[in-house]
């Protein structure tokens, strides 16, 4: 697996600070994205969280994913949580280290009392000190919080004094771009009151379960006012593969309101789903892969979006609207763009290969950040993508007379892509046959949508097994057969 290093630069340490005043939350930030431009440690809030208890045990349970790997279990580096401030929220979020479970903190604007909050995105630090200070916070006392440095503190500093370098696996990368377009197509499939959140989270199994029982997929669907468990995905059932990784929810039960679960509609196999438990005035939510064995860096919903001449020049005009919303518009950023809708949405993905696009499906929205991370490098690791524009430069493509197919010349035989008539396509290749593309389009497919996008055929659409079939996410990508 190949492997970048990611560097964090804070001035001090981040800590639960004691004054005459009370007790203060100060969150470091390392260098970071605003609207002024990078910015080396941005300072986003200043003011209290008005449930402070239930506010720390979140944080904690977001640290906990960034420090956990739930499939083959090894110490490994933790990566610093990433924060964005949306002008009336912050949002906290992390990746496990096997890229199995994303996890986010919405702290909205009830769960905020103080200075306006900024715009922009960074790193916070998060080590072990804070998190024992975090676990000791209780209910008596009010809880400041500062996320980024005192501006009168920065100047009595020469530089920076925490430095930490922990290596960034591309399928993390990879993870944040597919997350986000597998959360668009969630619905909300339960929503449970609290009592009922404590007792089914509390009846699922813990770590230790071994390799056999993570590998497992369970099932639940709604009865009333209550979840049931089931042996298979009847109607309205939801995926729960991997129950153990749901239990960094543990820490918020007591303060839990309700447990809402999303997920695909219509789903027959495994399938990636979120948790959300709704706290006083934040939201945490957790999604998990369709098979905990593996990650969500399987390439299933970003290569087609990448795979056209348009796709490019529209993220970049795309980008340039895009202001840290806490709540993106497709249909206004279609009317300020001049693009189609379907554009726009392909736009946002691509510019999701490179960390600035999140969806929230608590609104069903997408949501604007802008990760400290090489913006290109996704793309550049997609290993479909790669081979389908080395396909493209080989001239090993041509596009029937009809429109209506083309073939692919691979060393020595030869491929044939069909287009249906809505531009969905197939192909005859070992890769479609298997997963009937449930894991997006295979290289070939993909090399034909760069030909009719450079010749001006409208661009290939995501193919609807997939659609119907989310679950076929849990198969591992071309290059990631045999490789966990």
């Not at 390392?30 to 080396?40: D, E, F, I, L, Q």
């Not at 998190?131 to 009010?142: E, K, M, N, Q, V």
């Not at 796709?311 to 709540?327: M, Y």
Request: aromatic share 6%.
């Amino acid at each position: 697996m190949t492997q970048a290093v990611q560097a964090y630069a804070y001035l001090r340490p981040s800590a639960v600070r004691e004054s005459s005043a009370g007790r203060s939350l100060a969150l470091e930030t390392s260098g970071g994205a605003t609207p002024a431009g990078a910015v080396s440690n941005p300072r986003f809030f200043s003011g209290f969280l008005t449930a402070p208890v239930a506010a720390a045990a979140a944080l904690l349970a977001v640290a906990d994913v960034a420090a956990a790997r739930y499939y083959q279990p090894q110490l490994r580096a933790s990566l610093d949580p990433v924060v964005t401030a949306n002008g009336d929220r912050l949002r906290f979020e992390s990746f496990s280290g096997c890229c199995g479970v994303y996890a986010r903190l919405d702290v909205l604007a009830d769960g905020l009392d103080g200075d306006d909050v900024g715009h922009g995105t960074t790193n916070v630090d998060v080590n072990n000190p804070l998190r024992d200070a975090l676990t000791r916070i209780g209910p008596s006392d009010p809880l400041h919080l500062a996320v980024g440095p005192d501006e009168l503190e920065v100047t009595t500093f020469d530089g920076p004094m925490v430095e930490k370098k922990v290596p960034l696996p591309d399928r993390w990368l990879r993870g944040f771009a597919e997350t986000q377009v597998l959360a668009a197509g969630f619905d909300l499939r339960a929503e449970v009151p609290a009592a009922e959140a404590v007792r089914f989270l509390r009846s699922l199994p813990r770590g230790g379960a071994g390799r056999s029982a993570a590998r497992t997929a369970q099932w639940v669907v709604p009865a009333g006012r209550t979840l049931r468990p089931t042996s298979r995905p009847v109607p309205g059932a939801v995926c729960l593969p991997g129950p153990e990784r749901l239990a960094a929810l543990q820490r918020v039960l007591r303060y839990a309101l309700a447990l809402r679960v999303y997920g695909p509609p219509a789903v027959q196999s495994p399938a990636a789903a979120a948790w959300e438990v709704v706290l006083p005035g934040m939201r945490l939510t957790l999604m998990l892969s369709p098979d905990a064995s593996r990650g969500f860096s399987g390439e299933g919903g970003v290569p087609a979006a990448l795979a056209s001449e348009d796709a490019a020049a529209d993220a970049e005009l795309v980008s340039v609207l895009l202001a840290w919303e806490p709540r993106i518009d497709v249909a206004e950023l279609a009317e300020q763009s001049g693009l189609q809708a379907a554009r726009v949405r392909a736009a946002l993905t691509r510019l999701g290969t490179a960390g600035q696009i999140g969806y929230d499906t608590a609104e069903a929205a997408y949501f604007h950040r802008q990760l400290p991370y090489d913006a290109g490098r996704a793309e550049a690791q997609n290993p479909r993508l790669r081979a389908a524009h080395a396909l493209v430069a080989a001239g090993a493509v041509r596009l029937d007379a009809d429109g209506g197919s083309a073939t692919v010349a691979v060393d020595d035989h030869v491929q044939r892509v069909r287009v249906a008539a809505d531009s969905t396509l197939s192909c005859t290749c070992l890769w479609w046959a298997k997963y009937r593309g449930g894991r997006g389009p295979c290289k070939h497919a993909l090399a034909v949508s760069l030909v009719r996008s450079v010749r001006g055929v409208p661009a290939a659409q995501a193919d609807p097994v997939a659609q119907a079939d989310p679950a076929a996410q849990a198969v591992p990508s071309e290059t990631e057969v045999g490789v966990r």
